[in-house]
């Protein structure tokens, strides 16, 4: 349960514990060379931070990726409101 404080602080601010926890998760830089361990860590630091929207994953692997990769899968990007899923980045990642 939350403290008034903390439930004033998040009403006045707009913001949720949910929306702390997404802006604090920095992932590992992106290994190319074996993305699919790169992939199980950002899914481990998914849970971890209780980050459950495809959208917000999305966001955080596209920030994480390396040029090259970013790249490789820029078909997949379409500015900010993209409609991509995390899991259509994630597969196109992995192959």
Known sequence: MQSNESHLN???TGTTNHDVSAISLRL???WERKSSIWCTQAESQFVLSGMRTE?????????????????EVSDLFSGLHSTTSYSTLKAALLE
């Open 28 to 30: 590992p830089a992106y």
């Open 10 to 12: 998040t009403e006045a």
């Open 55 to 71: 959208q917000c994953k999305y966001h955080i692997v596209v920030s994480a990726l390396s040029p090259a990769a970013a790249e």
